[in-house]
């Protein structure tokens, strides 16, 4: 039986994860998360008897430490940090806690026999445009944002800890993955509620700034794939999509699929961290998921019916 560790595993890529791998009877899921942005209601239900929730804030040596050495993982993903836009800079000392939970982390798994360290980093280290689409091959430490520059600390300290104790690693760096168990702290999930409840959709600056969005079952099956497949070891992956679109055009999409009668307005623009362009080179997750990507109205029209469902919008 496969032992392993998910972190942050009450968020939203953190607990889809964990859904996905408790599919498989060889696999003993432990989910850790202190539930500073994840919720309890993402956690799988009792029923499922091969996974076992503690609540635990890896930034804490004891805590985490206690944990590891008991379960003697096979692998670790290490999915918890800090996240949204406007936390993360209101609190960037928060932010710069989580170089404790990535120490802790790796020297844990170095120490217990962890077979891999799969690492949740973002487009963030990036920074802003230099080469586009973004390349797993660029780094170019531009960013200003502590959200970013630990990402690039922790990717760092993984590729050293595989040249100084040979503890094997995979780096995704996630691009916006939405899905329905999204926090409404994100653009997507904000766009849909406002837009099913016909409120104002709110954009920073003229809109013209561009993202790719990435359905959750494409990002757990392309990193899961990275598991069950000893696949990207050693490197450094980007998760996301190739289908670049403007915020205003995100919003109005979302106003015709929804049929709403939602206005856009224009706020002031970010004064920072709101970078131009965002688009992922997905060569290497293409390899990986081995079918085409969902489409960006199948996705939004899936996170409809699950959050009428669950969430009621």
Not at 163 to 180: A, E, Q, S, V
Not at 214 to 231: P, V
Not at 281 to 302: C, F, H, Y
Request: hydrophobic content about 35%; aromatic content about 10%.
């Amino acid at each position: 039986m496969r032992k392993i560790l998910v972190t942050g595993g009450a968020g939203q890529v953190g607990s889809c994860l964990v859904d996905k791998l408790i599919e498989n009877d060889e696999n003993f899921v432990v989910i850790i998360d202190n539930f500073l942005t994840g919720k309890k209601h993402n956690l799988p239900s009792s029923k499922n008897k091969n996974f076992k929730f503690i609540t635990c804030d890896v930034n804490n040596f004891r805590d985490i430490s206690t944990i590891v050495t008991a379960y003697n993982f096979d692998y670790i993903f290490h999915y918890a940090a800090v996240v949204g836009v406007k936390r993360t800079t209101d609190h960037p000392s928060w932010v710069l806690e989580d170089i404790h939970g990535i120490e802790n982390i790796l020297n844990l798994a170095k120490n217990t026999g962890v077979k891999r360290v799969f690492f949740s980093s973002s487009s963030e280290v990036y920074g802003e445009l230099i080469e586009h689409p973004q390349n797993e091959l660029t780094t170019p430490l531009n960013s200003r944002l502590p959200y970013a520059v630990v990402k690039n600390v922790g990717e760092s300290y993984l590729k050293a800890y595989k040249n100084d104790f040979d503890l094997d690693y995979t780096i995704f760096r996630f691009f916006n993955t939405y899905g329905p168990k999204q926090s409404l702290d994100f653009v997507m999930s904000r766009f849909v509620k406002n837009a099913l409840k016909n409120d104002e959709i709110q954009l920073y600056g003229d809109g013209m700034q561009t993202r790719t969005f990435c359905f959750i079952d494409d990002n757990i099956e392309a990193t899961t794939n990275c598991l069950y497949q000893d696949l990207m070891v050693n490197d450094t992956i980007n998760i996301g999509s190739d289908n670049e679109i403007t915020i205003l055009e995100l919003a109005k999409t979302i106003i015709n699929i929804t049929d709403s009668k939602s206005k856009i307005v224009h706020l002031p623009a970010l004064k920072e961290g709101d970078m131009s362009r965002r688009k992922p080179d997905i060569a290497k997750m293409k390899l990986v998921l081995n079918r085409d990507l969902t489409s960006l109205e199948t996705g939004i029209n899936q996170m409809i019916e699950f959050g009428k469902k669950y969430r009621h919008w």
